[in-house]
């Protein structure tokens, strides 16, 4: 994607390029595909051909180190070298922190090394159980079904998927599990969106200095009044020697729950039914048999173009090796989890969709110690959420062309997607 083609709907990512001394040799993706946002798998398939570590410059991040072989993706999540403490050891990189990071500090386990982010995951790990997500199986199907009631209620039969569908139902969920009253879950819906995709630099700098004080207004409410959802629970949880979690760390935490609780299953639900209506052959299998597919389409969405295209910044705390290739100290990486997922080595065929191939090992959710805690929910959500349109909309296709893509390579989706039944 070239920079004029990108800077309309790529305008809250600022331009790093023109300020680079890039030597002979580093790519830029935006020469390796003629509109990398809509496509970056022609940029990464090129690169992989030649190794599965390159030194690039991205369209929204300057020069990275970019992770793009499945194995080597593997070695990169469970590399020591790889630091996330931005607030640590960003100096060493000669990059100043976007500002997102700088808001959040490190103070959650995204953005944190053992044995901090050891001692983090233990304690939310106590009150967020695959039980209690399992428990919520029935209030998902609750929500959705009343999302579809309300979305084929006037009779037009067509609809935004995004905005009456798919982005409403993980919020009301995440919402519910972290006790959010519901006369603040539009602000809160507003706020994700501007964090994660930002429309410009001053709408992200506004989001954040918005929802840090009400998080922490909530977080002094569930203090003060405890109840049945899951932000009580992390607020009063202590570890058997006593251990519990900071103020500051409820915050970041709570924070973190929100964006990758909703952006992310957002996404799953909106690439899933791109795939479909891309793929008539696959759609009509689901159709058949939208029970006993779902989960296998949510899998191979998040194989085939999932919702998290590349990591957060890592930083190589020394020279290392990653899949064989030198990456000096100091350097950023990205680890490019849309490539790996495509990388032949791994699936055969990888640019078929089909959603009855072995997805398993998969990096959507990443690999190792920093594996997404949240992923038993966003699975059920997204299977929820397909298996029941499909059940309720057997016609559905698609109402025109689809909406923006959305801005960088973090979050990979697009704004609106017209469809019909």
């Avoid at 209690?132 to 084929?152: A, G, H, S």
């Avoid at 977080?219 to 003060?224: D, G």
């Avoid at 795939?275 to 191979?300: I, K």
């Avoid at 990486?333 to 089909?354: G, N, W």
């Amino acid at each position: 994607m070239t920079e004029t083609e990108n800077a309309t709907a790529d305008s809250a990512i600022p331009d790093r390029t023109e300020r680079l001394d890039i030597p002979d040799g580093i790519e830029l993706l935006a020469s390796l595909s003629p509109d990398f946002v809509a496509d970056p798998y022609i940029a990464y398939a090129r690169l992989r051909e030649r190794g599965p570590v390159h030194e690039v410059v991205t369209p929204d991040r300057g020069r990275v180190w970019l992770v793009v072989g499945y194995e080597a993706a593997r070695e990169a999540f469970s590399s020591p070298k790889l630091s996330r403490d931005w607030q640590r050891e960003w100096r060493q990189t000669g990059w100043s922190p976007p500002y997102a990071l700088n808001m959040l500090g490190t103070t959650n386990m995204l953005l944190s090394d053992p044995p901090h982010h050891t001692r983090l995951r233990k304690l939310v790990s106590r009150e967020f159980t695959a039980r209690r997500v399992e428990t919520m199986r029935e209030r998902v199907q609750e929500i959705t079904d009343e999302l579809l009631d309300r979305m084929t209620a006037d009779g037009a039969r067509r609809a935004d998927l995004i905005d009456a569908f798919a982005s409403p139902l993980p919020m009301i969920v995440i919402c519910e599990l972290l006790g959010v009253p519901g006369l603040d879950r539009n602000a809160f819906h507003a706020w994700s969106n501007e964090t994660l995709a930002p429309t410009s630099p001053e709408a992200e700098k506004e989001a954040y200095e918005q929802i840090m004080p009400y998080l922490m207004g909530l977080i002094a409410a569930k203090r003060e009044s405890p109840g049945e959802d899951l932000l009580s629970a992390l607020v009063h949880t202590v570890d058997e020697g006593g251990d519990t979690l900071t103020e500051d760390e409820l915050v970041s935490l709570a924070f973190l729950m929100l964006v990758a609780g909703h952006e992310t299953t957002v996404n799953t639900i909106g690439n899933a039914v791109r795939a479909l209506l891309a793929h008539p052959e696959q759609m009509a299998a689901v159709r058949a048999d939208p029970a006993g597919l779902a989960a296998g389409l949510v899998e191979e969405t998040l194989r085939y173009d999932g919702p998290v295209e590349t990591t957060t910044p890592r930083i190589a705390l020394e020279e290392t090796e990653i899949g064989g290739v030198r990456v000096p100290r100091g350097a950023i990486v990205l680890i490019a989890m849309a490539a790996a997922d495509r990388d032949p080595a791994r699936y055969p065929d990888p640019d078929r969709f089909d959603v009855r191939r072995d997805t398993q090992g998969h990096t959507a959710f990443g690999y190792g110690i920093h594996f997404c805690l949240g992923a038993p929910l966003a699975r059920l959500e997204a299977e929820v959420a397909l298996r029941s349109l499909l059940e309720r909309c057997p016609d559905l296709t698609a109402d025109g062309e689809q909406g923006e893509w959305l801005p960088g390579m973090l979050i990979r989706g697009v704004r609106e997607l017209p469809v019909r039944w």
